[in-house]
C-alpha cells in the first residue's frame, strides 16, 4: 500500500483551465502540506493542513485553492493556470508535534502550454 | 529567502568513493534532516539530527550538524551507482511546522 498517493501523476492542460489534484494517506498523520518544485528542482512550501485547519499559507497566488476534507485528504485546486503553474507538485505528511520525518508522494508534473 | 544553501550543486564520482556535501541555513532550528530524491520520484527521508546534537551515523551516512555556523554536511562512505539522485537538506524552523528545503545537491556515481 502507498503511503502517501497523488493523483494524477502527470497532467497537461491549456492555459486558463482549472484543474484539481488529489493528495490521500494511509498512515494516520494529522498534517498535511503541498510544495512547489520547480524546474531547478528548489523545493517551495506553499501550504499545510493539520486537522483539517490551514496552518500554513505562504505566499501562494489566491488561484491556490487548498481543501482537506478529512485529515487523510488534502486536494490543491488551481485556477485560471498560467504557463509558470507548470512544476511538479508534491503532496507530503507528518505526525504533528513530533517534527520528524516527511512523507511524500510520488509527485504530479502538471504542464501548463 | 528562507531557503538553505547546499554545495555543490552537483557532484560527480567514482563508485566506492566517498561523497560530501554541504548545507548552511539561516533561522533558528528545531532539527536538521535530509532526503534523497531519485529522478521522477519523490522525497525520502534518510536521517534526521536534532539541534543539540552534533553528529549522527546511519549505516554508510554520516550527518554532522554545527549550529553555530548554521551549517551541516552529509557523508556517504564507499558510494554505489545506485545512490545516484539528488539530496536535500530541510531545516524545521523552531516554533513552526514549517519544513524548509535547501537547494539540493545531484550526486552522480559512475560504474
Known amino acids: 500500500d502507498t503511503a502517501v498517493s497523488q493523483t494524477p501523476k502527470y497532467l497537461v492542460t491549456q492555459m486558463g483551465n482549472d484543474k484539481s489534484i488529489k493528495c490521500e494517506q494511509n498512515l494516520g498523520h494529522d498534517t498535511m502540506y503541498w510544495y512547489k518544485q520547480d524546474s531547478k528542482k528548489f523545493l517551495k512550501i506553499m501550504f499545510s493542513y493539520n486537522n483539517k485547519e490551514l496552518i500554513i499559507n505562504e505566499t501562494v497566488p489566491n488561484r491556490f485553492s487548498p481543501k482537506s476534507p478529512d485529515k487523510a485528504h488534502l486536494n490543491l485546486h488551481i485556477n485560471s493556470l498560467e504557463l509558470g503553474d507548470s512544476a511538479v507538485y508534491f503532496c507530503?505528511?507528518?505526525?504533528?508535534?513530533?517534527?520528524?520525518?516527511?512523507?511524500f508522494g510520488s509527485g504530479t508534473q502538471l504542464s501548463v502550454l | 529567502s528562507q531557503q538553505g544553501e547546499e554545495d555543490p550543486q552537483a557532484l560527480s564520482i567514482q563508485e566506492g568513493e566517498n561523497a560530501t556535501m554541504n548545507c548552511s541555513y539561516k533561522?533558528?532550528?528545531?532539527?536538521l534532516q535530509w532526503y534523497r530524491q531519485n529522478s521522477g520520484r519523490g522525497l525520502v527521508h534518510l536521517i534526521l539530527i536534532r539541534s543539540n546534537e552534533r553528529e549522527k551515523h546511519s549505516g554508510r551516512l554520516r550527518v554532522t550538524l554545527d549550529t553555530s555556523k548554521k551549517s551541516s554536511s552529509l557523508l556517504i562512505t564507499a558510494s554505489r551507482a545506485a545512490d545516484t539522485a539528488s539530496y536535500f537538506c530541510a531545516t524545521v524552523l523552531s516554533g513552526t511546522y514549517k519544513y524548509i528545503f535547501g537547494t539540493g545537491t545531484r550526486l552522480k556515481v559512475l560504474a
Open positions: 507530503a505528511s507528518s505526525q504533528t508535534g513530533r517534527l520528524e520525518k516527511l512523507f
Open positions: 533561522a533558528s532550528i528545531n532539527n
